[in-house]
């Protein structure tokens, strides 16, 4: 492929390439609970009230992130509407972004084919590829923080590139909160100490060229809050960071290790590519991603509360230390490592066990559902989903591929430029057409009957809310509107409201949605009447 293509035209085939891949199938399923509908949500209610300063969920302040990210999302449903496509859009163009941006930074510090067997190994890694179809704040977040770091590593030569870091790093603080200036400043730290020996690496005038351009940046949403709201919404955003890194948040408490796990079989293939990388000594720039990839796995190792996405920004250095690995096989400076083959074979067996197992899984409920001991998902299963079995050979037919591709004789460039592209697209295939036929079925198992409820209400005057679990998929598939309940219940909390539309005295309808394990906790409530039970949700009404 690099042979045969005029390098020149690279970022164009880059830029098709993801366009391809991230912009296809985009609103073929719901959005999922929790974040990808609570960012939606947080959207709808800004393009709804018309306050873009103001972050929200159910029309009272949201104080876990800041607004960057729903902004995004707000000028995509201006131009989309408000629906599955737009809340993704943003990530797919923040994809091709990514890929662009990692091809012009691996030009910059070997050459054109370094950047592009970066680009098309990120683009055929499994979660990698995924998140740039969804609805989450990570990747846009990681974006920013690996250009901070990037443009930290350039102000070594060129000092003037520290204002670009600190510009990347406050537009990083501004999508998610202050983590994205933590992973600068412990990756920095970490450098400085380990690498450079505490010896001079940034000057005063440039630390004093960052702290201003990143504070300055994270202000155009941070001080207007802090003047309009006063200090009270950064208490409680500060207690919410605190209580993220303390305690296991919402049940997502997970060991040590969990991360660790996550990266090596969430990022194949690259993750194989990179351990021989990650144990050998890498150039300056290959440097600096090690000591980022270590921070961010330790930190988020530490951290109590451990969701999968959280050490997604070890990507950038996953990816780079992979694609260096072959940079240097493909230079004849490496050889083919026996143990890389095996953990190609071995982890890539796994997954594609996985995803043959998942609609054998659908096809086949009644047989598996006597050994699951949770009710919620034995309930689950009922969903009439309709499967054509060609979604088993998914699986089969990638793993196929994977074998042809890692025992093909690679003594020459041709080959194993071949090698490179073929595993690169072939993953990245497999996941657009699994994305496309088989995401859409689990979705109905875990969430339809849900949605389709809250769906059914839309444009009727009622309340809709949920009891016994944690949700936002009723205020954006019912597509709540401001201003519907009375004024005396515009200062509760989300918890007193929920208890008024319980057992207050209200104006309206109201229905509610709980989970068939937790029905027993209302079932004698003397407010509520049961209207029915579908695949693991139990719908009830008010009585009064």
Known sequence: MSFQIQQKYYP?????LGAAFFFPFLGNVHLFDWDEINFAESAREMLLTGN????????KPFWEKPPLFFWMQVVSMKIWGVNEFAARFPNAVIGCATLLVIYYIGKNIRNANFGLIWTLIYLGSFTPHLYFKSGIIDPTFNLFIFLGIYFSFKAQFNSRQIFLSGLFIGLAVLTKGPVGGLIWGLTVVCYWGFIKKFSKLFTFKQLLIFAITCIAVASLWFAQELVTNGFWFFEEFIRYQIRLFSTPDAGHGQPFYYHFVVVLLGCFPISVFAIPALASRQEYFGTWMKVTFWVVMILFSVVTTK??????????PVSYLAANTLYNWLAHKKNWNKWV?????????????ALVAVPLIGMNTAAITPYIKDQFAVRNFNAVVAWSGFEVFIGIAYFIVLLVLVFMNKATIQRKWLFITGLSLSTALCLLIYGATVVPKIERFTQGAAIDFYQSKQGQNVYVGVIGFKSYAHLFYFQKKPNSAPASTANMTQEEFGNWLLNGKVDKPVFFV????RYDEFKEHPNLEYIKE???????KRKN
């Not at 969701?307 to 950038?316: C, D, L, N």
Request: charged letters at 15%.
């Open 514 to 517: 709980t989970r068939i394990d």
């Open 341 to 353: 083959k095996f953990g190609l074979i071995f982890i890539g067996f796994v997954l594609s066990l």
């Open 534 to 540: 579908e695949n693991g949700f139990v719908f009830l």
């Open 307 to 316: 969701i999968v996405h959280y050490s997604s920004m070890a990507y950038f």
């Open 52 to 59: 873009y300063s103001k972050v929200q969920i159910d029309y």
């Open 12 to 16: 164009l085939i880059i830029l098709a």
